[in-house]
């Protein structure tokens, strides 16, 4: 099977280091600095399981990488027209592409009957332009609980256990399933296939609309938003409107609160994604983590009065910041 990796971020980087070393075709498309970093140092991954070290075939051009039988996506949501426009010439009629991207995935209306069955995400998609370019045939979604953190160019840091859930978006059991699974299971990833990936999605949902917006409000790490007395109420207000809109959409969450939040907690002092891009400068995540979550809780005539001033708080110190800058 060739393998692509298409983002070379902390988490691009910690697939890339577990896969190529069972995987001996995996390429890597990246960029920049990045890119020249990998290409003359490798990738390299410090994780539970030890020290990890590998050279890979990385380039910023997908004709030279070729054709692909299987690419995952991993990239910021604010960048996947971007992507997918760039791995077209990797793409065939057998392609699989699986986004490993953060919220609610802008294919959420795809592949099953719905009430709102082939609809798009506004939030996220508001051109149709992602179903133009992917077909959603094409997908196998995914939820990936990876605690990842960039040391340096190609240099990742993850120190919890690495997991990763696949389903088709029709919630079919199907054999390509099972042998994408196989692919992450070979590498020591532990790695499950679902027949309702949707329900898996919102478990993940929650945890990141839970702290990630929360953490630049706050400047918190994890172990302090799901402990500290003086946040935990407003997580909890959070996970309750969460859960709510969950349910409205038939999905289960699998987790109690209180085990939730002692989960969350157990994460130990490490900053969210969403906290890392702040304090680097960079655009926010709020769309796929939160504002497409508030456009689903809409369609319910559902309010999220807490999620939504959280996210507004966060957004508006994001763009504070980067207008001083």
Request: charged content about 20%; hydrophobic content about 45%.
């Amino acid at each position: 099977m060739k393998i692509c990796i298409a983002g070379a971020g902390a988490i691009g980087c910690a697939l890339a280091a577990r896969l190529a070393k069972v995987h001996k075709q995996l390429c890597l498309l990246a960029r920049g600095d990045n890119l020249i970093r990998i290409k003359e140092q490798g990738i390299h991954l410090s994780d539970l399981d030890g020290e990890h070290h590998v050279h890979v075939r990385a380039s910023d051009d997908a004709n030279f990488l070729g054709p692909q039988d299987l690419i995952l996506v991993c990239t910021k949501t604010m960048a996947l027209e971007t992507i997918l426009t760039s791995i077209q010439p990797m793409i065939h009629s057998n392609t699989v592409v699986i986004p490993v991207v953060n919220g609610i995935p802008w294919w959420y209306f795809k592949g099953i009957e719905s009430r709102f069955g082939g609809e798009n995400i506004r939030a996220l998609d508001p051109k149709d332009q992602l179903e133009t370019l992917l077909p959603h045939s094409q997908i196998i979604g995914s939820v990936i609980f990876l605690t990842a953190s960039r040391v340096g160019l190609g240099n990742v840091k993850a120190n919890n256990p690495h997991l990763i859930v696949l389903g088709e978006i029709n919630h079919e059991m199907t054999d390509r399933l099972e042998a994408i699974r196989t692919v992450f299971e070979l590498a020591g990833i532990e790695s499950r296939s679902t027949d309702n990936i949707r329900d898996q999605l919102w478990t993940k949902v929650a945890a990141n609309l839970t702290s990630n917006p929360l953490s630049v409000v706050t400047q918190s790490t994890l172990e302090q938003i799901y402990s500290d007395p003086r946040l935990t109420p407003l997580v909890r207000s959070i996970l309750d409107e969460t859960m709510l809109t969950a349910a409205a959409f038939g999905a289960k969450i699998r987790f109690d609160p209180p085990t939730f939040m002692e989960l969350g907690a157990g994460m130990g002092a490490i900053k969210t994604s969403m906290l890392q891009d702040y304090e680097a400068g960079l655009p926010l995540e709020t769309d796929a983590i939160g504002n497409s979550v508030l456009e689903l809780a809409s369609k319910m005539d559902l309010s999220m009065p807490t999620t939504k001033h959280i996210i507004n708080l966060a957004e508006f110190m994001s763009e504070q910041q980067r207008s001083v800058a």
